[in-house]
Structure formats: C-alpha cells, structure tokens
C-alpha cells in the first residue's frame, strides 16, 4: 500500500469522446515522427516536430515557402522547427515534408489556410443553429488568420457576454484555474481519408488520475498516476496493469513536472513513441504498455450482485453514450439488461463517474431499460433558438423488452458525469422515478449539440479537408420542464471516491463491483436500510490524521495540457424518424 495522506486532488480525466488517444503520430521502422501533418494559419508561422531516430535522418520540404531547422540530425530525439511564409491566397494550399530514414521516407502534410474560409463558414451556420445565435449576430466577427482550423471557433464563442440564459447556462464554464472553456467544437480530415471506425481506437486503454506530492525534506514536488480504470483487452489490461495501481515512475524516473509533462503528451498525441514504461515503486516491475488499435465497449463492468439475505442488485458500469456500428454497443446494454431481468435484481445501481456523455439516443435507450416507457412518457423536450422552425420537440421513452421497469435506480455521479450522463437524472426525474444519487456534484451541461453540415452523413469540403462541427444548439427539459441543472445536480449523498487515499494512510482504491469500493459502498448501504457513510463525516473521523488541505497546495499541479470537452448530450435528426424499439 501506499501511503498518501500529503496527496492533492488535482484531476486530468479524459472527456467522454477522448477516452483514448488517436493516433496522430508516424510510428514505423527506426523513426518515430510527433505529428503526421502541421496546419498554419495564412500569416508567417512556425512550429514543432518531433524526431526520435534509431539513426540518421534527412527532412527535404517539397516548396520553398517551407522552411525546417534542421534538415538533418542523427540517432536521438530531435526537435524541428518548422516554418511556412505569409499567405495571400483566398483558398487553403498544401505541401508536404519527406523524412528519410535508413531508405525508407515518411510524408508529414503541411497544410496553410487562407484565414477567412473555415472561419465564414463556421460563423455562418452558427447564425442559424447556436443556441444563442442573436449573440453570434450581434459580434463582429475577426476573420484575421488562425493558426488552427478551430481557433476562430474557440475566441469567438467565450467572447460572447450575452450567450447565457440567466440561470447560468452556457456553452462550457471555468475550470478550476478559472479559465474557460467551451463544449461547442469542430472537427477536421483529408478529404481522401476514410472514416474512422467508431467501434475502435488507438491508444494505451489506460485512465489516469493525477495526484502531486510534495516531498518534505527536498520541498519538491513529485507527481503519481492513479490508474482509475483500464479498458478491457486493452494494452493496458494486457501488460497487467490495474485500476488502484499508483505509478510513481515514468521511463524509470521518479515523475517531476518535466516527466509528468512528458507523460502527459506521449498519452495524449503519442509523442515519444507508443511504448509507454510505468512502474509503481524504483525498483518494483516495470509495466510497459504498447500503444494500439483496441476495441470499444461503453459497458466497462456489469455485475449481478448477490449476498445471503440481502437484496440482489445489478450493477453497471457504463463509460460513454455510443451506439456503436450496427447498434452494437446499444445491444450490449440490453444484453446486461436481460442479464438483470433474468437474475430478478431487486435493486440497479448505475455507475456514471467518469461518462462525460455521448449520443442522446443512447441516453433514451438507457433510461427506457431502467424505467416503464410505454403509454408515450415524455424522454425529453428539446428547445431551439429563435430562428429555428420548430423552436420545440420531444421524444418519448422507448418500449424495451427487457426494461426493469423500475420507480427507485442509484445513480453513481461525480463532477467527470455530463451532458448525458446528467440527462438520465433529470429524465428520469421527469416522470416521478426515484434517482438516488450517489458521489459529487456534476458538470452541470444541461445544453446539447447537432451535428453541421444538418441532415447529411457527408463532411463540410472546403480546400483538401473537410469539417463536421458539434455547436451548442439547443437546452435540455425533461416531461416536466425541469431543465435546472446548470450548475450540476447535487448528491443526494456525498461520497468523494477517493477520500481514502487522500486520508488514510496505507489505503487504496477498489475495483469496480468490490463492495468495499466506495461509492459502491455508499449505494449498498442503503439499499440494505442504512445511511451511506458521507464525506463530511468521514473527513471528521480522519480529521486527525489529515495533514495538508487541497486548498494549501492546490495551485502546485497545474493543468499542463488543455484538452477539450467532448462529451455532449449529441442529438442526430435521424432520432426523430426512429420508431420505438421492442
């Protein structure tokens, strides 16, 4: 065990579109590249790429309005500096970098857009479809160059005062250095690129949380990974970690910022290679975790919980709101249902903490399992801008056949549980069914998106790529027109998951279905007719053995990398022509 009672709370969760890394990096050979293509904005730039070579390397541009320092380099890890010239050009224009190593080449796009194409487009349909749209009229919009195809997105919409409904809801909030952030984003590809199968990803299936400590007699501060969760048959399950696992050492070093930083970016855009090297003490086993194509499942862990004497419960661990090709993520959820109903579970306790949302029709389908949707209850009411004919719709339960039919479900939710994760709170809520709910306080997203180009599969063509993007378009109510849930539901019982850690000495985390893991815990405790142990009367019991405060620290960790949001409550309007389902 370890002891951790300095231990800072000062979380890196990836959102629920995020949840492994895309590969965005040449990986093959002796040479390792940090990025397959640069994009610059039209003005006079420059960037970085990565090389990391088993030996000696050449970069050759293929125009002379490319500059790179330097054009050669050996064995080792170098850095790049790559530079383009200013642009007059009205339309994007593309070249493309060569890197030979050891006889082979490897391409890396250069892409230079003109400034104002992208921009007009986004500020066009955000015209139309922003929930706020009267604001996006009213601002001026600057179509100087970006350096990147979404940068004109991400300074126009925080920028806009009046895009706020009095209760406090917006498109995205503050962290907890008070900066902001939106939900609203875009997409890019090569126009001759395929999509990207949905029901795979290429990463490490690792999720880390991220604590620091302060080392008292050298006053520095060292960082240690808590793994959260592992997904299934992933690399990371397959090199032996395991959720509770803390990792103190990063390619055989203790994690300072600099490793931690290092860490941060080879988990996130593979920079550094796809091996990663982790290990819980100096000297303890090493567990190296190879980066690749894994399989998705939202349905992380299910369970049919059974004690002597006691209630039988069912327990889920459902990680994001995604359909999957030919529904097949859906039907796995159904398939846990049946598995439920089969056993005659008297009680369901559902885990949400870290599902930061997804599509709204998995959401539907979800809460049509739990609750009795038939004689047309009411899902879900969805409200539009102005400018939008029709400004109101709603959708209705489904009739699932192996719904459990239940008036009482306990939900596990923490601040990582958004958009549609809190949509099945407010839902259910919305037709009277008791939601317990267990843990913290959540995002509080009660807005979702719709997808642009509307009512086409095809991406917005404009130069050599093409973009889809997922603005905030309408406000989320449910059958009893609640939709008050801006700053985040809060816990029916507050139950921090990793109070242990943080208090006890010689603790840890549990595995999920454990029931000594603490939030499951809490749910049991109730379920069996007593009152969950809650956070303000486990801090007054380990009062004494607490010996620094999150707030006294809280500014030593600092969130290295900004990553976006991309959870979402993502309604389609293929979900209105969809016919219940049996």
């Given at each position: 065990m370890k002891n951790i009672s300095k231990i800072l709370l000062a979380a890196i969760l990836i959102p629920a579109l995020l949840l492994s890394c895309k590969k965005d990096s040449a990986d093959a050979g002796n040479i390792k590249l940090s990025k397959s293509s640069i994009t610059f904005g039209s003005g006079a730039s420059s960037n970085t790429l990565i090389v990391d070579a088993q030996s000696d390397w050449a970069i050759e541009p293929s125009d002379s309005w490319i500059t790179v320092t330097p054009l050669r380099g050996s064995r080792g890890r170098t850095t790049a500096t790559v530079s383009v010239k200013a642009y007059e050009g009205t339309s994007q224009r593309t070249g493309k970098l060569t890197i030979t190593n050891d006889g082979k080449t490897y391409p890396v796009d250069i892409i230079q857009n003109s400034g104002s194409e992208v921009s007009m487009w986004i500020y066009d349909e955000l015209c139309t479809y922003y929930y706020w749209n009267a604001a996006v009229k009213a601002a001026t919009p600057d179509y100087t160059p970006h350096e990147d195809y979404n940068d004109f997105l991400s300074a126009l919409l925080p920028g806009l005062n009046s895009a706020k409904d009095s209760d406090g809801t917006m498109d995205g909030g503050y962290d907890w250095q008070n900066k902001r952030y939106i939900y609203s984003y875009i997409d890019q590809k090569k126009a001759t690129r395929a999509d990207d199968d949905g029901d795979v990803s290429f990463g490490f299936g690792i999720e880390p949380f991220t604590y620091t400590v302060k080392d008292d007699p050298t006053k520095t501060t060292y960082y240690t990974i808590l793994v959260t969760w592992v997904r299934p048959e992933g690399p990371a399950d397959a090199a032996g970690v395991k959720r509770g696992m803390f990792m103190d050492y990063y390619r055989g070093a203790r994690m300072t910022r600099s490793e931690y930083l290092d860490f941060l970016y080879q988990y996130y855009y593979l920079d550094g290679g796809t091996l990663m090297k982790l290990a819980e003490e100096k000297d303890s086993e090493t567990y190296s975790v190879t980066a690749r194509t894994m399989s998705?499942?939202?349905?992380?862990?299910?369970?049919?919980?059974?004690?002597?004497?006691?209630?039988t419960v069912g327990y889920l661990v459902y990680n994001e709101f995604e359909f999957g090709k030919n529904n097949a993520f859906d039907?796995?959820?159904?398939?846990?249902?049946?598995?439920?109903?089969?056993?005659?579970?008297?009680?369901?306790?559902?885990?949400?903490?870290?599902?930061?949302?997804?599509?709204?029709?998995?959401?539907?389908?979800?809460?049509?399992?739990?609750?009795?949707?038939?004689?047309?209850?009411?899902?879900?009411?969805?409200?539009?801008?102005?400018?939008?004919?029709?400004?109101?719709?709603?959708?209705?339960?489904?009739?699932?056949?192996?719904?459990?039919?239940?008036?009482?479900?306990?939900?596990?939710?923490?601040?990582?549980?958004?958009s549609a994760s809190e949509m099945v709170i407010n839902s259910l809520r919305g037709i009277d069914v008791e939601v317990i709910h267990i843990g913290?306080?959540?995002?509080?997203?009660?807005?979702?998106?719709?997808?642009?180009?509307?009512?086409?599969?095809?991406?917005?063509?404009?130069?050599?790529?093409?973009?889809?993007?997922?603005?905030?378009?309408?406000?989320?109510?449910?059958?009893?027109?609640?939709?008050?849930?801006?700053?985040?539901?809060?816990?029916?019982?507050?139950?921090?998951?990793?109070?242990?850690?943080?208090?006890?000495?010689?603790?840890?985390?549990?595995?999920?279905?454990?029931?000594?893991?603490?939030?499951?815990?809490?749910?049991?405790?109730?379920?069996d007719g007593g009152d969950p142990v809650t956070d303000d009367k486990f801090q007054e019991q380990f009062k004494a053995v607490r010996s620094v405060s999150a707030a006294e620290v809280l500014g030593e960790a600092g969130v290295a990398i900004q990553k976006p949001f991309r959870g979402g409550a993502k309604l389609l309007q293929s979900d209105f022509e969809t016919a219940d389902k049996q």
């Open positions: 998705e499942t939202p349905v992380l862990y299910k369970k049919v919980i059974t004690r002597s004497g006691k209630p039907n796995e959820v159904r398939a846990a249902f049946k598995e439920f109903k089969d056993a005659n579970v008297n009680e369901l306790v559902l885990d949400l903490r870290y599902n930061g949302g997804g599509y709204v029709s998995c959401c539907r389908m979800l809460t049509s399992l739990i609750a009795d949707g038939s004689s047309g209850k009411v899902f879900a009411k969805y409200k539009y801008n102005d400018s939008r004919s029709p400004k109101t719709r709603s959708e209705n339960y489904y009739v699932e056949a192996n719904s459990l039919k239940r008036t009482k479900v306990y939900v596990l939710a923490t601040g990582y549980s958004a913290d306080v959540t995002e509080g997203k009660n807005v979702g998106m719709e997808r642009i180009p509307m009512n086409t599969t095809d991406w917005k063509t404009i130069g050599d790529y093409q973009y889809e993007m997922w603005p905030i378009s309408f406000r989320i109510y449910n059958a009893k027109e609640n939709s008050d849930y801006a700053k985040g539901f809060k816990p029916t019982y507050a139950v921090d998951e990793f109070r242990q850690v943080k208090y006890v000495s010689d603790s840890k985390i549990f595995d999920f279905g454990d029931p000594e893991e603490e939030l499951l815990k809490a749910a049991l405790a109730k379920i």
